[in-house]
């Protein structure tokens, strides 16, 4: 099949939430994960009608891209904006490290007393998942993938619109063969 690569994005920017407690959030990315704080905005805009004054901190990935939060001087805005995640392990932010990244991050998180339901670990086959929600409802994985990442990705790619459509047909037979 012939298909058509039309240029996208280059790579995540930044991913955002809204929190209720900034420093609570700087401590569990810069502190447990080891994601640096590398930006706080303190901010005064016309937004959706009315002047908003808040505070956009930036906790930053090795490729430049970030996690960034928000925080509104006014309680009023903040229970507007607040970001109303509603548990489930469907919605998260996943991040690619390496093992001995994932290892660090395990560690550190028991050490600062986080447990199961907040945190678990899970073999997908092609990659091995530690999930963790932070102090926002977000939950966050770390996934380390296989080592034959690159062979995988391909015969996945290669039959990605097959799939999908053997699945939309009502075939839902597993093709994950690395369990």
Same mark, same amino acid.
């Given at each position: ?7 996208? #994005?280059? =790579?995540?920017?930044?991913? $955002?939430?809204?929190?209720?407690? @900034?420093? *609570?959030? !700087? ?61 489930? #392990?469907? =919605?998260?932010?996943?991040? $690619?490290?390496?093992?001995?990244? @994932?290892? *660090?991050? !395990? ?18 086959g092609y990659c091995v998942s530690l999930y963790i929600t932070d102090p926002n409802g977000l939950i966050v994985e770390f996934s380390v993938d296989h080592p034959d ?31």
């Amino acid at each position: 099949m012939n298909r058509t690569v039309t240029p996208g #994005p280059i =790579r995540l920017h930044h991913h $955002a939430t809204v929190t209720d407690d @900034q420093e *609570a959030t !700087r401590a569990f990315y810069e502190d447990v994960i080891g994601m640096p704080l590398v930006a706080t905005w303190a901010e005064k805009d016309m937004l959706f009608g009315a002047e908003r004054t808040y505070c956009h901190t930036f906790f930053a990935l090795a490729d430049g891209s970030a996690l960034a939060f928000f925080q509104f001087a006014d309680p009023a805005d903040q229970a507007l904006f607040k970001t109303d995640i509603n548990f489930t #392990p469907f =919605r998260h932010v996943a991040l $690619a490290v390496d093992q001995g990244t @994932q290892d *660090a991050i !395990r560690k550190r998180i028991h050490e600062a007393g986080y447990r199961e339901p907040d945190t678990f670990v899970l073999d997908h086959g092609y990659c091995v998942s530690l999930y963790i929600t932070d102090p926002n409802g977000l939950i966050v994985e770390f996934s380390v993938d296989h080592p034959d990442v690159e062979k995988i990705s391909e015969e996945r790619r290669s039959s990605a619109r097959e799939d999908l459509a053997r699945w939309l047909a009502g075939d839902h037979t597993s093709n994950n063969t690395y369990r």
